[in-house]
């Protein structure tokens, strides 16, 4: 018995299609994946129960145990109320955010409020995690 043997070969699957889709899906994660803006001072922040959201016309000052950050930008104390009293005028008032590592000490955190309320901002806003 003679067994004959095919002289056709198989043609080769196409996986482009595969390839090409995911690459697709690749392009669009990273397109809308959310962009996260790297601060210049890392902090662990308080949890809370209760979140409120953001506004733009807020200023977010970030404090470490030593060290202050407004836009990425390390200053001190003295540097951060100046730096706030230029922003502030009689009609325009921003909130300011405070963005407070929890193991700051409470005692500069009400030295700053103190100063900033002195200054004339009305609105201060302890940014926490949710619980």
């Not at 955010?97 to 700051?104: E, F, G, P, R, T």
């Given at each position: 018995m003679d067994i004959v043997e095919s002289t056709q070969k198989k043609e080769f699957e196409n996986v482009l299609p595969l390839v090409n889709i995911v690459f697709l899906l690749l392009i669009f994660f990273m397109i809308s994946g959310t962009f996260?803006?790297?601060?210049?001072?890392?902090?662990?922040?308080?949890?809370?129960?209760l979140i409120n959201p953001t506004s733009s016309e807020e200023i977010i000052i970030v404090m470490s145990e030593s060290q202050f950050?407004?836009?990425?930008?390390?200053?001190?104390?003295?540097e951060v109320?100046?730096?706030?009293?230029e922003?502030?005028?009689?009609?325009n008032k921003p909130a300011i955010?405070?963005?407070?590592?929890?193991?700051?000490h409470s005692a500069k955190l009400l030295e700053l409020m103190q100063e900033l309320g002195n200054i004339g901002v009305?609105?201060?806003?302890l940014l926490t995690t949710k619980h």
């Open positions: 996260i803006k790297p601060e210049a001072l890392t902090v662990d922040v308080p949890n809370a129960k950050s407004i836009e990425n930008q390390i200053y001190t104390q003295g109320i100046e730096f706030i009293h922003k502030t005028d009689k009609e955010q405070l963005k407070i590592d929890q193991q700051a009305s609105s201060i806003h």
